[in-house]
Structures are given as C-alpha cells and as structure tokens.
C-alpha cells in the first residue's frame, strides 16, 4: 500500500469516529518547515470551508486547528505501528506527519534494492501524443529552437516513465506561403549548384530568405510573387515542386545531425514525424466537415477568404482558406489532428509544445475541434516556452538576427573543455557541455522567456548541469572504493533485510538527504501531470546539495566508521546515485563516469 493511500485510511478511520462525513480529496505535502514533519494535509481546513459541510463542524468545533486538533489526536489514538513518529496539529488547521527512521530508511533500502519500484505508473494516462521541435525546412535550426526540442522530449520521457503510450511526432514546416518565398528568391538569385554543394546548404537557403525580405520591404509586389508560387506549389507545378524537395532534402541532413548531437527521437512517420505537406491531399474532408456542421459557423469574410467565426465573439476570427484558396497553418493542422484522431481512437491526448505567443492560435484551434465533436475539453493541451530573446530584442531569421545552434553546441563543448581538471574530460565534453545546456533550459519553468547570454546559457557553476554531473561522479567514486573493501560491504540482496532489523538514529543531514529520497516518485508524477521537467530540476539540485552537506560532515568510509554507520551511508549515497541518474534520464542529460 502507498504511503499516502494508508494515510488516507487512517485520517477516514479518524473523521468516522469523530461522527463527520468522510473526507474527498486529500492532498499532502511536504511543510515548509520541517519541524512539522514530513507530510501535511490542510483537509481540516477545506472541510471548514466547504459551505455544504461546514454546517456539520460547526456545533462541535469553533476553528479550523480545534478541528486538526481533534483529527491529530484520534489519529494518535488510533494508530499502532513503526512507520509514524507523531501526528500532530498546526495553525491554522493542519495535520501533520512524521516517519520514523527506522520506516524512512527502509523506504530508501527498497528503491535501492528493487529499483523498478522507483516510478509507479498513473493510471488513466492511456496514449499521448507529443508534438514538439517542429523546425521549419530551409529555415536555421536556432537556439531558439533548442526549447522546443528538449523540453518536448523530457516530457514524452516522464509520461511514458509514468506508464503511458507515448508517441513523439516532429510537425515540420515543410509547406506553406514562406515557400513561395524560397522558390522564388532561389530561382531570382540562388545558384542550385553551390547551395547543393555547400557544407552548410541551410545557411545559403537563409541568405537567401533574408535577401528576399530586403527586397520585398523595397518591392512589395514581390510578396504577390511568392504567394503565386506558392498556389502553383499546391497545385503541383514540376519546378515548384522540384525546387521544394530540394530544400527538404538539403534541410534534413542538418536537421537530423542536431538530433542526433541532442538524444532526441520520434516515432512518427519511420522518425521523420509527419510534416505539414503529408497532409496535403488530407485537407479536403476537414473543409467539407466545416462547412456541414451545423456547429460551426463557417463562412466567407469580407475580403473572400474562408473563416470560422466564435460564438459571442469569443475569439477572433480563424481563416482555414486565403481568398486565392490556398491553405495555411490551420487547415493544415486541422487536418493533422484529424488524422490522428483516425489513427488512434478518440481516447488520445494530444500536447503541442509551442511557444506562448501562439496561445490565442491553439486556444481558436482546439475551440473549432471540440465543436466538430472531435476532442474533448482536456484533450488538447498546449504546453507553453519563453522565448529566446536578446536583451533589447526579439530573435528574427526574416531579419538575419539570430544564433544558430550548431554554434551553441560548438560554444558548449569548448567550454566544457576549459573547466578546471580537463585532463579529466578527456571524451566528455561534449556530454558535459550540453548537460550545461539543457540543464540551464529545464531547470526553469517552461513559460518563462530566457535572455540570450552565453555565460548564463553555458553556465559551468552553480546551478548547473556540470554540477549535477559532478555529484554523480562523487557518488560512483565513494561506490567504487567501498566495492574494493568487500569485507565490510553490505550485498543489494541483503540490504533491506539489515536495514529492517536496524535500530539506527539519523543525524539530521542523513534524515533530510533520506526523506529527499523518498519523495522522487511524487516529484515525477507532479512533473506527469503538469507538463513541467522544470518540478524534477529543482528537486535534483536540492538532493545534490543535499548530498553534498551530507558528505561534507559525515565519513562514509574509513576505520572510524561503524558498521551500521558505513551501511546507511552507503545505501543513502546509492540512493542519491540512482535517482539523480534517472532524474536527469528523464530529463535527455547523459551522465559521465569521471570529471
């Protein structure tokens, strides 16, 4: 049984024999302050609140604390066992719980002895689908992309570690007007021949786009052009056509190294996920479902485009068809989620990780699908990024005033070599140096914009993720030399068992380091259900620090050190090693074995 489930027992047991109505929806967490234990609820609180059961408490109890008094003490009465130290009540109505040692250390014995206890699966979390990185075809693969991609892939990798089906797809921007605009700066000042020849074909295919904007900001008719290439790209035009394979093949090879240097995969489409051009031909039905049903205002504007119009006005307009009849992002991504909906039954979840300054877009597109009957409210979920941004400016590839990434990881991996002890390194800096990377992203909450600054962005100390590495390297360290003395060595077969018959008094640095790791699963689910890798970071870095205080004023071994003393030290620094480990797993950080 969880920890929290025999809890919930025993506070229903409680508010029975106190004559109340069982309680709903207990909640517990960790107290700010930790002298009031290790768990807390405020269901006395909410029960005093509640205008359909307060009326019942009244009669019997003037406050909030009178009634955790109450629910403290019958608890106590009621309670016979190893696992709690003291119940007790808080103003200004909590009911608070300490652990024994004895039961926190036997918690961290069995994550260390059966590790695939470490995470339990939610329930009802079914199949997810994960839509993220989603770079645009012959646009740079920037830093600002970097959000996307690594937030995108931490989340995927929490949901499936809490047991769902997840399924990861990369929504390419490979159709739309902007290729209207590549054709036509290609075919106007491009050379075929030197873009495919060009180590770096992506970045001749960014000149160009730059020089077109220069252009059309002189010669605005020139955006007229562009948009007819791009209708007699729809219409399937062999040179159009031609020219735009081109860019995606010249795209694809520098996208996919990136990926690779990053960890990151999906499994959509045989790992390409389906980009907006697979949805082509699919368009069609989702327009002829829109103009059939009755529940969706779909009907021409002003200026002869197609649009959906939002009860009382609630958003805007949404246009599915220009007035030319070309398509744009959300036909497109009408029809990708149409798709889906056939592909995997109307029981799926579908989270787009994009960037906030699309919130009004998602919030209009997931409107529309409800009102089609597709999905339901919940469904579809759009998980929010900051933006990178310059200190005085937005990041712009139209404008030529951006940071490639390939440049960041070159950055990072130069950096990493300068840290202190590089002989050390050797081999690992380029792990290193993009744990620093991605740590300095998921360490913060997603929404939040981050203001480009390459000692911030590539930060070495601190907070950091050479940091977390390097209380990684300590734990094996300390591992290794014990694994050389077996004669005093406790085996992972046997540890639970001596753990359980020891009677052992924690210092306070070992107690608030065991009670870290005993909270990992809760952390992780926390991160499941609300989208944010950012909940595991912050939990991480306190166990780090937590574990170095803890080695800083404890010996784990030498000949001073007793038995049962090198045991629980032992297993705390095995603890430590494992779940820091697989919390930065989760996160898409590989770990080192030496820095």
């Known amino acids: 049984m969880r920890t929290t489930d025999f809890l919930n027992q025993l506070i229903t047991e409680a508010f029975i ?32 609140s509640d205008r359909n059961l307060s009326d019942l408490v009244k009669p019997s109890f003037n406050s909030p604390f009178s009634l955790a008094e109450a629910i403290a003490q019958t608890m106590s009465t009621n309670y016979q066992g190893t696992t709690i130290a003291l119940i007790s009540a808080s103003k200004p109505g909590f009911i608070n719980i300490a652990f024994t040692d004895h039961f926190i250390l036997n918690q961290v014995a069995e994550v260390v002895s059966q590790p695939e206890s ?88 960014v000149e160009l786009y730059v020089k077109f904007h220069q252009e059309a900001d002189l010669t605005p008719a020139l955006e007229d052009e562009a948009r007819a290439w791009f209708v007699k790209l729809e219409q399937g035009n062999p040179e159009a056509r031609r020219l735009w394979k081109s860019c995606i093949d010249w795209s694809w090879t520098e996208f996919n190294q990136i990926y690779q240097a990053l960890g990151v995969t999906f499994t959509e489409n045989d790992g390409r996920g389906y ?63 149409y798709f889906r909906l056939q592909q995997y039954g109307s029981q799926i979840t579908v989270l787009n990780e994009v960037g906030a300054e699309q919130a009004l877009y998602f919030k209009q597109l997931y409107a529309i699908e409800e009102m089609l009957g597709w999905y339901k409210a919940g469904q579809r979920v759009h998980i929010k990024h900051g933006l990178y941004r310059f200190k005085d400016q937005k990041m712009s590839t139209r404008k030529g005033n951006t940071i490639w990434l390939t440049e960041v990881l070159k950055e990072a ?148 050190v007793t038995l049962d003393e090198r045991a629980v030290r032992l297993l705390l620094t095995e603890g430590t090693l494992m779940i820091i480990k697989k919390g930065l797993e989760l996160l898409g950080i590989a770990t080192v074995g030496r820095m």
Not at 30 to 48: C, E, H, R, W, Y
Not at 183 to 194: D, M, R, S
Not at 429 to 435: K, N, R, T, Y
Not at 522 to 537: F, G, K
């Open 17 to 48: 024999d106190l004559k109340l109505p069982p309680p709903q929806n207990i909640v517990f967490e960790k107290p700010t302050q930790s002298n009031f234990g290790d768990l807390s609820t405020n269901i006395a609180m909410v029960l005093f």
């Open 118 to 205: 470490l995470l339990k699966p939610l329930d009802q979390l079914g199949t997810v689908i994960v839509e993220f990185s989603s770079p645009n075809i012959a646009k740079p693969f920037t830093v600002g992309h970097l959000r996307s991609t690594i937030i995108g892939e931490a989340i995927a990798s929490i949901l499936a570690a809490k047991g769902a089906t997840v399924l990861k797809d990369n929504h390419l921007g490979d159709w739309g007007t902007q290729f209207g605009k590549q054709i036509y700066a290609i075919k106007t000042w491009g050379n075929e021949i030197e873009i495919a020849n060009s180590p770096e074909p992506v970045k001749k295919l």
């Open 275 to 337: 980009g907006e051009s697979f949805f082509e031909d699919k368009m069609q039905v989702v327009i002829n479902q829109l103009e059939s049903n009755p529940a969706v205002d779909y009907r021409t504007g002003e200026d002869g485009a197609k649009l959906v119009f939002f009860p009382n006005d609630q958003y805007p307009p949404l246009m599915i068809l220009k007035k030319d009849g070309s398509t744009l992002y959300a036909t497109r991504d009408l029809a990708t989620d």
């Open 413 to 560: 991996k130069n950096r990493a070599e300068k840290l202190e002890g590089t002989e050390k390194i050797a081999g690992n800096a380029d792990v290193i140096g993009l744990g620093a990377l991605k740590w300095n992203d998921l360490k913060r909450s997603s929404y939040l914009d981050i203001i480009f600054d390459w000692d911030e962005v590539l930060s070495m100390q601190g907070n950091s993720g050479p940091y977390m590495l390097y209380t990684v390297v300590r734990c094996q360290s300390i591992l290794i030399k014990a694994a050389a003395q077996p004669q005093n060595t406790l085996q992972k077969s046997s540890i639970t068992k001596y753990i359980d018959t020891l009677l052992y008094t924690l210092t306070p640095s070992e107690k608030e380091l065991a009670q870290l790791l005993t909270q990992f699963d809760d952390v992780v689910t926390r991160s499941a259900q609300e989208y944010s890798p950012h909940h595991i970071a912050t939990y991480l870095y306190a166990l780090a620090q937590s574990f170095n205080s803890f080695y800083a004023k404890h010996q784990v071994l030498g000949e001073a």
